[in-house]
């Protein structure tokens, strides 16, 4: 089909249904433009694609963790002061986030019923150290800096999203300026809001809870399940984050490097989009038969980078090892083979929480 552009490379690879379920959305009614990122893989809908349309809308594109992207955070915490077994037992004494009280900031009551909170799946928070910097002068606008820990928070506008999207599952699109499209929009850019304060809350109590309150600093955050008007049409982004906001995040697994990067002005090719992270390798429902004997109850809790996991969860752990995600180093290679990224540094995973 003409209208669908794949951003991949040799070695990237990308599964048959993932790529046919990019055709599906490339053949609705008004899509002028599809896009496949090189994490694209199967879900609902695809994820790390990029539909642009004209005179219409579709909110089961987008799903229901609508605003769901990646915050980048300077902790105040320098590295030589970081305590790795004294942080991992105190994250071991909480099963979950919502243990800890939620203080909402906010004058208006919050729509997110779990506010304060991160979600299951592929969300967590993980505490990240430079690894290495390619471009100092980004790095120094951005206030990235070496000397300290990071956390990187992925998480969404938790049910809020969802019953959003409950209105609108069964429709075939909403006209552009129709009533119902303005209402959705309405809903849509408040599941944005709250979804990015949900991050900041969440940020805010897990220091607070590690003793190290009201230090942190917001260096990036970058949505990736979300509607962007741009001129006449709008950018479903649905696994991509756009690339006209300035550097953004691009993780892989936790047992693997995170990006920081720079888009250039050559984007218009990926509808000025970028990936959001590694994508899926393996369906969560295959990946413990695929490892059970590679690790056990203690191994699977570390990883080859030496950094450690807190989750009490086991099977979402099986879930989401690393080997469940491609190679982040591909994925990049690819966005860089097609001239839509300069790297600015790398950040090595220290501890990832989820709960």
């Given at each position: ?31 002028v433009h599809t896009v496949g990122l090189p994490d694209l893989h199967a879900g609902k809908s695809p994820v790390g694609a990029v539909v642009v349309t004209k005179g219409v809308i579709y909110p089961h594109i987008i799903g229901g ?185 691009i993780p892989g697994s936790r047992g693997s490097l995170t990006y920081v990067v720079k888009p250039t002005d050559n984007t218009e090719v990926s509808a000025f989009s970028l990936s959001h992270g590694a994508g899926r390798k393996w ?38 090892v690393p080997e469940a995600y491609k190679n982040i180093d591909t994925v990049i290679a690819s966005l860089l083979q097609f001239g839509l990224i300069h790297v600015v540094a790398t950040l090595r995973p220290v501890l990832t929480y989820?709960?």
């Amino acid at each position: 089909m003409s209208n669908i552009t794949i951003i991949t490379s040799e070695k990237n690879w990308i599964e048959d249904t993932a790529i046919n379920q990019l055709k599906g959305l490339a053949a609705l009614p008004g899509a002028v433009h599809t896009v496949g990122l090189p994490d694209l893989h199967a879900g609902k809908s695809p994820v790390g694609a990029v539909v642009v349309t004209k005179g219409v809308i579709y909110p089961h594109i987008i799903g229901g963790d609508i605003g769901c992207g990646m915050g980048l955070y300077s902790t105040g915490v320098e590295c030589r002061r970081f305590k790795l077994e004294r942080w991992v037992t105190k994250l071991n004494n909480i099963r979950e986030l919502a243990d800890i009280q939620t203080v909402n900031p906010y004058e208006e009551p919050s729509p997110i019923y779990d506010l304060g909170t991160i979600g299951g799946g592929n969300h967590f928070a993980e505490f990240q150290v430079v690894e290495k910097v390619y471009d100092q002068e980004t790095c120094a606008a951005l206030e990235l800096d070496e000397r300290q820990v990071m956390l990187l928070l992925h998480s969404g506008s938790r049910s809020y999203g969802q019953r959003i999207l409950n209105e609108y599952k069964d429709c075939h699109g909403l006209a552009a300026e129709s009533e119902p499209m303005q209402r959705y929009l309405a809903n849509h850019d408040q599941a944005l809001l709250w979804a990015a304060r949900n991050r900041e809350i969440v940020v805010n109590k897990l220091l607070g809870y590690l003793g190290y309150m009201s230090q942190f600093q917001k260096l990036i955050d970058c949505q990736h399940n979300f509607i962007e008007q741009k001129g006449d049409v709008y950018i479903h982004r649905k696994g991509a984050v756009s690339a006209e906001m300035g550097p953004v995040i691009i993780p892989g697994s936790r047992g693997s490097l995170t990006y920081v990067v720079k888009p250039t002005d050559n984007t218009e090719v990926s509808a000025f989009s970028l990936s959001h992270g590694a994508g899926r390798k393996w369906a969560r429902s295959l990946c413990k038969s695929r490892i059970r004997n590679k690790y056990d109850r203690d191994t699977i809790r570390q990883t080859k980078l030496k950094s450690r996991v807190v989750c009490h969860d086991t099977e979402l752990l099986f879930q989401e090892v690393p080997e469940a995600y491609k190679n982040i180093d591909t994925v990049i290679a690819s966005l860089l083979q097609f001239g839509l990224i300069h790297v600015v540094a790398t950040l090595r995973p220290v501890l990832t929480y989820k709960g």
